[in-house]
């Protein structure tokens, strides 16, 4: 039994339009011999009465009085209403199919409501009714504790759902159906020539999601990429193959892979800088501005410690706690707002000399300042001001001719 | 601990004016130092998103091909929505609640999705929460297989919810919340003095659902019944005591209890009555009739079989069908359209001579025919046209001094 596991986000079964391609999707998977388990996300957008976060505004009157069990109750019934009507509509069309909430289709989380992490998937409901000829729908963004409570996975849930499925079923393909034609070299609506990636690696993927790259989450990948399972970021509303996401030994040498150094940028807007002066103070002053962010829960990011100094961003939500944290150590940062981070990743950055300098060289020749830059093995990350963020992406987009990518 | 459960129905939590009067309610429980069990219905009614006939609209456009057991997913995430919006009131209030699913809450059923028997309740987890000093929300309406299949109860299942956890725990009593003040003596826009009675025996009450009164689901009184729980209907927006339901030796001699031989009135609209003449032919025609109905799945009622002549009526809804049999089976009946079966319930007409004179005495007053009639130890039933069915309800309501029963 070969498996295929495809995952459909809320726009792909937010209307009866869309849920027509899905239906293409699922019918086509079928009749190349496939055994089908399908995972949904809750219907459409906020504002639409089933959407998961339509579902929490019920309960925004109260505050934040409902405790986090109830709420993942509250939020579990987004999907199951989803698969419902898939169900029915798969049933409609005399394809036999079955609606699993995910603790019926064995996924097993600990107790973190609102935030849980799976522990195990037992997928025997699963291949029992694959083995009746049922396509299988699943629920996602949600699990059961051992003691039967529902939980949920948290933002992105879906797409682990459907990797970890795809994991414990040793699927042949997880395909995550999207708005999108795959994943792309660049924001689009940024820059006019980004291409959709005919390949990339977990890691890169998961580089360009944990940099602001909206593809896939995370955590999903994460888990794909420990099994080996491969996976698709496609879109629902078309018949392209999207990207395929691999193991990056098998990435280099497959078409689409033309001994890139670079394989996309990201960008994260919303970003202050902060820099402190800790010259003359105690010695321990720079462990002192670290806890003190730590101890308020505000993430720190582009750190960059010098003898006399330091240098971090934060998010823009967090900057006016942060000056104030640091006034009551007794400093005054030098602050800069509006500010914008962006990746270049690439798996074959590595060792490659000479990308830093065509980074600055891009950067350069356009006038556009680096206000801070930091590196790791498959991503170099460079600071701007808000207003030159889209000038910098197109030119660095252009100086690693990203825009000839794709094959 | 003296448990109470308090059943709120669909009108009750639909909106946040309601809740408030829901909030009340328990709040006073509390107060009076009950532990509490609250059970809720779907929010609100079609047209509102939640409801459980607007969840049931998502799949309509797909005929009736959702599998019982996905409707069942689907239809269980009303009662979910609306304990998830109650439970996290009553934590906005400073009171400490739980919400469980049917499941959760121990209700064990067969798999009868759609309309499913409750087999066990294993209250354990409620107990536990109960000890704890929370108020424990259920969803109603569902519960779970032995398998953790989620199953419903069908229409009226927020009542058996409610009296099959009173029967567990036995509780020292049910409210069912509604939107009128108790159970009335008869339809208050018919009858425009029917008034609240203040107790009703089990058997009473029973009588009238089955009748057509919409006050508590038969099967939710039966199970009471026979846990001897009592029940009272009562009103979410007031502070009124409604009509207490309990054993019919309790019923006697209480506040209330004027030594009544008829307690109330009950109507069914829409009923066709068909006669067929069987004289002359085979020896088993009579049989074939309603073998015939049986087959096809068409209720009859009201049946008076004779030598000569069998009557009986049927909903109006499967008249045409009826009738269509009975010609297949060679005869002709005789079609009387649009009657109503008018009930006159009492548990104290059992033995009591003239109740049947007084009843033709009341209507022929008024010239309106019988068409015919039955009658059982606690009911007796006469069918009229549907134009004579307000004044015959008025004419009895009157002729039984029922206007004067409750105190």
């Not at 989803?82 to 699993?100: D, Q, R």
């Not at 939500?317 to 000056?323: T, V």
Request: aromatic share 4%.
């Amino acid at each position: 039994m070969i498996i295929t596991v495809q995952k459909f986000g809320g726009t792909s079964v937010s209307d009866e339009h869309s849920r027509r391609h899905v239906l293409r999707h699922i019918v086509r998977e079928q009749q190349s011999g496939h055994s089908l388990v399908v995972v949904v996300s809750a219907m459409g957008r906020r504002g639409e009465p089933y959407a998961t976060d339509t579902l929490l505004d019920l309960i925004k009157d109260n505050g934040s009085s409902l405790p986090a069990r109830e709420k993942d109750l509250l939020l579990s019934c987004g999907e199951l209403i989803s698969a419902s009507v898939l169900t029915s509509l798969l049933n409609a069309e005399g394809i036999p199919a079955v609606a699993l909430t995910g603790g019926q289709a064995g996924i097993i989380t600990d107790a973190g409501f609102g935030a849980a992490r799976i522990l195990d998937v037992q997928p025997k409901a699963i291949l029992k009714h694959l083995s009746e000829g049922k396509v299988v729908v699943v629920t996602g963004f949600q699990g059961r504790t051992e003691d039967g409570e529902i939980t949920t996975l948290g933002r992105g849930g879906s797409d682990t759902s459907a990797t970890a499925l795809g994991a414990a079923l040793n699927a042949s393909v997880v395909d995550i159906f999207t708005d999108v034609d795959g994943i792309l070299t660049a924001d689009p609506r940024i820059v006019s020539d980004a291409r959709p990636l005919s390949v990339v690696s977990y890691e890169e993927i998961c580089n360009m999601a944990y940099n602001g790259a909206k593809v896939i989450h995370p955590r999903a990948v994460e888990i794909a990429m420990k099994a080996g399972v491969p996976v698709r970021v496609r879109s629902t509303f078309s018949d392209g193959e999207g990207t395929l996401v691999t193991r990056s030994e098998a990435v280099r040498g497959r078409p689409g892979w033309t001994d890139r150094t670079v394989t996309g940028l990201a960008h994260v807007q919303g970003v202050t800088q902060l820099s402190v002066v800790t010259e003359g103070g105690p010695h321990d002053l720079q462990l002192r501005v670290f806890r003190a962010m730590a101890a308020n829960g505000i993430s720190v990011d582009l750190i960059n410690v010098m003898p006399n100094a330091v240098h971090y961003t934060v998010k823009e939500n967090d900057a006016s706690k942060a000056i104030a944290l640091l006034r009551d150590l007794g400093f005054e940062p030098r602050v800069r707002e509006s500010c914008a981070k962006v990746s270049v990743i690439g798996g074959g950055m590595n060792g490659e000399p000479g990308v830093m300098a065509k980074i600055v060289e891009a950067l350069t020749n356009r006038q556009i300042r680096i206000l801070q830059s930091a590196d790791s093995n498959t991503t170099i990350w460079v600071l701007v001001s808000g207003e030159d963020m889209a000038g910098a992406l197109q030119a660095l987009h252009s100086e690693f001719g990203l825009h000839l990518a794709a094959v």
